[in-house]
């Protein structure tokens, strides 16, 4: 199967700073990665995900890039606020499937201090 | 439209029991997959259900079992619970079009005591 593996696992920025958070993937036939935000106590959200047609994304505050060639992606967000603070999981399903299966990376834990 | 919605959203069981969760996916989803959050293994796929079929299963024990039903609201089961199956369960729906563009439930806490 899929095999995502995201960095940082932990991640501290100052609000108005960049964040920026990696994953790499290991099946060539993945063409779908979607980043999900989830704050305590909620529901993963989806929040941007970007097709291996595209290098790049933006959605306001948020971006993510793909380079397809070295099989990593990862999502920006600029500007950070305090409401930023959240779990992020990267994820990717298996393969070039459409079939409902996402592996996930292990979450990344971002605080944005006042 | 309606998100997607779980229940029950918290549950107490002991060792040795079986539970019964339930998803409602959002109107028009005909695909649920349902996944396991814990602090330790993160967020693992169990299976997923399209038109009453299951498409998919994770790497989970026998114990673990789903089913959908024709107005594509969907439950999984566990039973002979085991103190490790504390965890959220989450279900996610999506479309047709494309079944990995996926929408989580709230989620249901399992506490195994």
């Known amino acids: 199967g899929e095999n995502v593996e995201q960095h940082p696992s932990t991640l501290s920025v100052q609000e108005g700073d960049s964040a920026v958070i990696k994953c790499t993937y290991s099946?060539?036939?993945?063409?779908?990665f979607p980043w999900y935000k989830q704050e305590l106590g909620k529901r993963p959200q989806l929040i941007i995900d970007?097709?291996?047609?595209?290098g790049e994304k933006k959605d306001q505050r948020i971006a993510v890039t793909l380079n397809k060639t070295a099989k990593h992606f990862s999502l920006h967000i600029t500007e950070t606020q305090p409401e930023d603070s959240a779990v992020y999981f990267c994820?990717?399903?298996?393969?070039?499937?459409?079939?409902?299966?996402?592996?996930f990376g292990r979450g990344t834990q971002l605080t944005v201090w006042p | 439209k309606a998100g997607v919605t779980q229940t029950p959203r918290y549950l107490i069981k002991t060792r040795g029991q079986q539970v019964t969760l339930s998803c409602s996916p959002i109107?028009?989803?005909?695909?649920v997959s349902w996944y396991q959050q814990t602090p330790g293994q993160g967020l693992q796929f169990l299976f997923e259900?399209?038109?009453?079929?299951?498409?998919n299963k994770g790497n989970f024990p026998g114990r673990f079992s789903g089913r959908q039903f024709s107005n594509s609201r969907s439950e999984m089961n566990v039973s002979t619970l085991e103190l490790g199956d504390s965890a959220l369960y989450l279900c996610?729906?999506?479309?047709?079009?494309?079944?990995?563009?996926?929408?989580f439930g709230p989620g249901t806490r399992l506490t195994v005591t």
């Open positions: 996610a729906s999506s479309s047709l079009r494309a079944s990995y563009e996926q929408y």
């Open positions: 099946d060539s036939a993945s063409n779908y």
């Open positions: 970007i097709r291996s047609n595209v």
């Open positions: 994820a990717a399903p298996y393969g070039g499937s459409t079939l409902g299966r996402l592996y």
């Open positions: 109107s028009g989803h005909r695909s």
């Open positions: 259900y399209f038109s009453e079929t299951q498409r």
